[in-house]
Structures are given as structure tokens and as C-alpha cells.
């Protein structure tokens, strides 16, 4: 179930893709499912097409979903690829971070500003 927060500072293509990217990433949404066409998904939300159009673009550029023309949309086997390559990239990013020294609590910070997330306290 997706739900949008109108009084969230989060943009509501950024509120929809990140839900639909947790959905297809916990399994929730599995390979193959068909997505709702970006007219229908716009109407059930009260958003404009636009807006939901943006948020399958993001997640197709990201490999979650892809679209097959008049087929429709439907979540990528790519998906899980994104998550091995995010895993590979986590498995880096902690080498670096060991070798230079650098504590793991800092090391989640700079992840954290990288992904536009600030640090909790």
C-alpha cells in the first residue's frame, strides 16, 4: 500500500519511488509484477500523471522496473541486481573506510550526507 504524505517536505514522486523501491527490494513487489499504469496510479493517489510518471522513470533508470510499451510496467529482475551491486559497493566503501581509519559511526554519517539524510544524534 502506498500512502502520500501531502504535508511531508518530501516531494510526492520521492515519497511514491522510495515506497515502491522498498516494496520491489523486500520482495513485497515481486519480479514480474505488473505495475499499475502511471494514469490509474496518479488517479488512485490523487497525484498528477506527471508526477507518478517521474517516479517510474527513477525507478526504471534505477533497473527496479521496466516498462514493455503498451504492455505496461513491471518490476525488474534488475532490481536484485541493484541490490548485489549496492552490496558490493557497501563491501568497498568499509575497506576504505578500515584502511583509513576512519570510525564506523563517522563512516555511517558520510553515508547518511551522501544519501541527503542527516545524521541522527
Known sequence: MIVIDA???TPPYEQ???QLAKQIQDRSLAVGTRLP???RLAADLGLA???VG????ELEEAGLIETRGRAG???SAGGEQALEQAR???HDYATVVTRAGIDPAEAVRIVQAALGHPSTP
Do not use: D, E, M
Open 7 to 9: 504535508a511531508s517536505p
Open 16 to 18: 511514491l519511488r522510495a
Open 37 to 39: 499504469t502511471v494514469r
Open 49 to 51: 500523471v506527471n508526477t
Open 54 to 57: 517521474r517516479a517510474y522513470r
Open 73 to 75: 510496467s513491471f518490476v
Open 88 to 90: 558490493r559497493a557497501a
